[in-house]
């Protein structure tokens, strides 16, 4: 476990290289980062194409051509969350104790890493068993555009690894989400005589209470791997000053669904409980449409994808659970087009987005092999 692994150096290229979501007020976007991968993947041989995205963003599409029939796809998204808030030096990947250090170290810059090193090496050998594509993508922080237009633009494959921080072990379910508002109106009034108006943030408050017994509903059903659905109210905002009696205010929540539930009509059936409520039916709550929708995902733990992983990892000497995990991320999207999905990388969703965000170099370097083992994997 050297600084001096390609992989290594790899990683803390990729870290030293803002590439934040523009959703967020820091964030420059990720065509500097896309840059290095084409340049990176270029100059080792490895195929390349562009697939554009919207401005200045776009998918970069590696690839190493193989003998077979089978091609596999290798899935992870460039782009990090804000580096704000951060308590070290987001962009200045400091090496120290045998963890690399800087925004998108763990997420999921790990996993690009190790994927694109893994494809680095492999071609070194010649041609592989089977054809294998990374697909470097943008907006996975924000609005999964990135693989949406990759399955817009007609890529299949026969299956497909999704570079996520698992602790190196193998995901085959997540949950999906639904996020929108809900809004309550009053009248404003002067704050000295509040009778003569309605106070919107008081009717939020009802609303609030009935959310939090919704939320505890929900927690009544488990599935084995992701656990239960939940609720959150994540954002709040109402009223326009300190002497108004408030006319507006608005929550935004965010529902995360089971993978056989659909994020529509959780996000009815939430609507169809407040419209029901009797402390809220004297006043009028506006739920607004859905503002991001992502489904669950879940692939049989007996399919050959899966296997393949699970062996790929014992050849490594990896001890790699099956498990499921309560984030979502592309592989839904990925599912939901045909193409059976796994996510498994280095770190954990713990050291994910955090202030001092980390991943232990020996799991980088693990999930290199893993993935080299894969492409070389022998066709049944």
Known sequence: ??????????????????????????????KEIAEFVVAYAQKAGLEVHRIPVEEGRENILVGLIGQGTETVLWETHMDTVTAQGMTISPFDPKLEGGKIFGRGACDAKASLAAMLQALVEVAKRGSPPRTVWLAAVVDEENGFRGVQKLMESGFRADYAVVGEPTELN????????????????????????????????LKMARVLLALERYDAELKMQVHPLVGSPTLTATVIQGGRGLNLVPDFCQVKVDRRTLPNEDPAVAWEDLKRFLQTQPELLEFEVEVGEPELLNWGMEIPADSVPVQRLSIACQQVGLQSQIIGVRYTSDASFLVRNGIPAMLFGPGSIEQAHTADEWVAVEQVIAAQ?????????PNP
């Open 170 to 201: 193998i995901a085959i379910a997540h949950k999906g989400t639904v996020r929108g508002s809900i809004i309550t109106r009053g009248i404003s009034a002067h704050s000295s005589q509040p009778e003569r108006g309605v106070n919107a943030i």
């Open 1 to 30: 476990m050297s600084e001096i692994e390609p992989v290594v150096r790899l990683l803390r290229d990729l870290v030293a290289i803002a590439s934040v979501n523009p959703c967020f007020e820091d964030g420059m976007g990720e």
């Open 369 to 377: 092999k893993v993935f080299e083992v894969l492409a070389m994997m």
